[in-house]
């Protein structure tokens, strides 16, 4: 069965950088869309970048452009989030998901769109 598991989060300090890592089974990272996306508490879940197996194409929401950077090694099954100059307003739960209708899709219909999820990684950006 489909399972993805994320790693890397943590407590930083405001201007620092954490990697995250997003590794899946019962499918390839090759054949499926990968997205990121974070909740922070009291607020909707959202996403904020997705890349695509069939071109390698990435998208990001424009509040971590230039910040955040996504990337996939498809021969490890694995996709991940070079996250740099984080602020505060960073802090929340990251997680992964396989978006089997691809990042376009995803982009307009959002959550309905996500196939399975990861556990998520807590994030904290201190002050």
């Known amino acids: 069965e489909v399972q993805l598991v994320e790693s890397g989060g943590g407590l930083v300090q405001a201007g620092g950088s954490l990697r995250l890592s997003c590794a899946a089974s019962?499918?390839?990272?090759?054949?499926?869309?990968i997205g990121w996306f974070r909740q922070a508490p009291g607020k909707e879940r959202e996403g904020i970048s997705c890349i695509s197996s069939s071109d390698g194409r990435t998208y990001y929401k424009d509040s971590v452009k230039g910040r955040f950077t996504i990337s996939s090694d498809n021969a490890k099954n694995t996709v991940y989030l070079q996250m740099n100059s984080l602020k505060p307003e960073d802090t929340a739960v990251y997680y992964c998901a396989a978006v089997p209708a691809g990042c376009t899709v995803t982009r307009i219909y959002g959550l309905a769109t996500v196939s399975s999820w990861g556990q998520g990684t807590q994030v904290t950006v201190s002050s």
């Open positions: 019962g499918f390839t990272s090759d054949d499926y869309d």
